[in-house]
């Protein structure tokens, strides 16, 4: 039987661990990864489809692996598998697809040659764990649940992952300790919803519970995935505050800070709210790095609409913003909103949001200059300045001109400086 598959991973972090996951039970069932599309029997798509872009990137790297290797056979899995079953097998665009439940066993199907196993993603109310016993990237990626109970009037993403599902604390406090265990000193809690964790639970907990739990494991730190604004509350941040494991780096999923759109987008706080949220959180924590997504050009999202977004984006102290033009999906409530923005003014509303975040940015690492942080230091060197790179706890990218006796530890460093590139800075080791 051919043994060879090549993987490629496109979208979110859930994706990339699941990835890992992958690559893990292939292997474990003889097959082998190789490093590139002609030497392999399988391409291993795990899809995103996020936006119609997203879906476009997974067709070319499908037809491009058929033109690299014509005998290699291609296989999808992720988002755009749950969503376009009938398609990509109609329009002959893979040769095997599977489902977001299924990807544990991808193996087998493959084994099995079966074309084609997708089920009803909503009728799941289970999470399939697994654990993982290595990854390549230096901070570990902890799966804590999947799916999503909202219905963003935009958004697909609960109809490719189902309900709200969360791995339980036992399970994760396990794959937690099994990669401190081997020498990793940072976990990342993802999913496609975190804050939702043990919503499903009987009785119904919540994240902060989980976090209680993991002060008393080994991993030296940890850090969030993005969060609703209403999951932020105080009591929540206060205890963040106090944690001795927490990384200061929020990613709120903002999407609008304009009342009229955020109603219509099915976003379930406010104006206000969002400017209380950024001021607790700059009150509580000190260099936190708050990073937000936006969403420019949603339909009906006027000129005025858009100006009220920017101006409010331009007072809150975010460290950077996301900016994503709308992306009409069918099967959405916005799909068939008459007053749909024209392609040329969401660039022109995505340019300006882009250079505001760039200064934001700027602004938050210059005050981080003259500061002592902790760094956990990378394998591998960055390639444009052959320094050694690692990322500290407020989330910036810091190069440091060392040798290579400090890879993949994790030490204080002082930082001095900001980098030609302007979004990283340098800094040298405190001894």
């Given at each position: ?11 979110c972090?859930?994706n990339q661990i ?7 039970i292939?292997t474990?069932n003889?097959f082998?990864?190789?490093q590139?599309?002609?030497?392999a029997d399988y391409f291993?798509l795990?899809?995103c489809s996020?936006?119609?872009?997203a879906?476009s990137?997974n067709i070319s790297?499908l ?6 290797n ?17 398609n ?5 665009i893979a040769?095997i ?11 087998n ?6 074309k084609?196993i997708v089920?009803d993603i ?10 993982i ?6 901070r ?11 219905r963003c009037?935009?958004?697909t993403?609960p109809?490719a992952?189902g309900k709200n599902r969360?791995?339980s604390v036992k399970?994760i406090?396990?794959q937690v300790?099994?990669?401190a265990d081997?020498?990793?000193?940072e976990a990342?809690l993802?999913?496609?919803?975190i804050g939702?964790?043990g919503?499903d639970?009987k009785p ?7 976090l209680?739990?993991?002060e ?13 604004p209403l999951?932020l509350?105080?009591?929540f941040?206060e205890?963040?505050?106090?944690s001795t494991?927490?990384c ?10 304009c009342n009229k759109?955020?109603n ?5 706080y406010s104006?206000t709210?969002?400017?209380?949220l950024v001021?607790?959180i ?9 990073g ?5 050009g949603f ?19 975010l ?8 992306s009409r ?5 916005a799909?068939?909103i008459?007053?749909?923005v ?6 022109r ?5 882009q250079?505001?975040?760039a200064k934001?940015?700027n ?10 942080n902790?760094?956990i230091?990378?394998?591998n060197?960055?390639?444009?300045t052959n320094?050694l790179?690692g990322?500290t706890?407020n989330?910036i990218?810091v190069l440091?001109?060392d040798?290579?006796?400090y890879?993949?530890?994790i ?6 400086n900001i980098s030609d590139?302007r979004?990283?800075?340098f ?5």
């Open positions: 039987m051919k043994k060879n598959f090549f993987i490629k991973t496109l979208g972090k859930t699941e990835s890992a996951l992958i690559e893990q292939m474990e003889g082998t990864e190789v590139n599309i002609s030497n291993i795990n899809s996020v936006t119609h872009i879906d990137k790297y037809r491009r692996a058929k033109r690299e014509p005998n290699i056979t291609t296989v999808i899995t992720g988002c755009m598998a749950q969503l376009e079953k009938e990509l097998i109609k329009e002959n040769d697809v599977i489902g977001n439940y299924e990807k544990n066993d991808i193996a199907i493959i084994k099995r040659n079966e084609y089920s909503f009728a799941h109310n289970d999470f399939r764990y697994e654990k016993e290595n990854i390549k990237r230096t570990a990626q902890v799966k804590i649940q999947d799916g999503c109970n909202n009037s935009y958004c993403i109809f992952r969360s791995n399970n406090i396990e300790n099994i990669y081997k020498g990793y000193y990342v993802t999913g496609i919803h939702q964790w919503w639970f119904k907990q919540k994240l902060q519970d989980l209680e739990s993991l008393n494991t080994n991993i030296h730190r940890y850090r969030l995935g993005s969060l609703n999951e509350d105080n009591e941040l205890f963040l505050s106090k494991k927490f200061p780096h929020f990613h709120i999923s903002l999407q609008s800070v759109t955020l219509a987008m099915n976003r379930k104006q709210q969002i400017f209380e001021e607790n700059n009150t509580k924590f000190k260099n936190a790095y708050i937000s997504d936006i969403i420019v339909p009906s999202e006027s000129i005025q609409d858009f100006d009220v977004t920017y101006n409010n984006l331009k007072e809150l102290k460290t950077k913003v996301h900016v994503f033009p709308f999906r069918k099967g959405t409530i799909y068939n008459k007053e749909q024209e392609d040329k003014e969401k660039k509303r995505t340019d300006l949001i250079e505001l975040s934001k940015l602004t938050f690492l210059q005050k981080n200059i003259n500061t002592e902790e760094i230091i990378e394998k060197r960055d390639k444009k320094y790179k990322i706890r989330y990218n440091i001109n040798s290579d006796e890879k993949d530890t030490q204080k460093i002082y930082i001095n590139d979004e990283k800075l800094g040298k080791i405190v001894t």
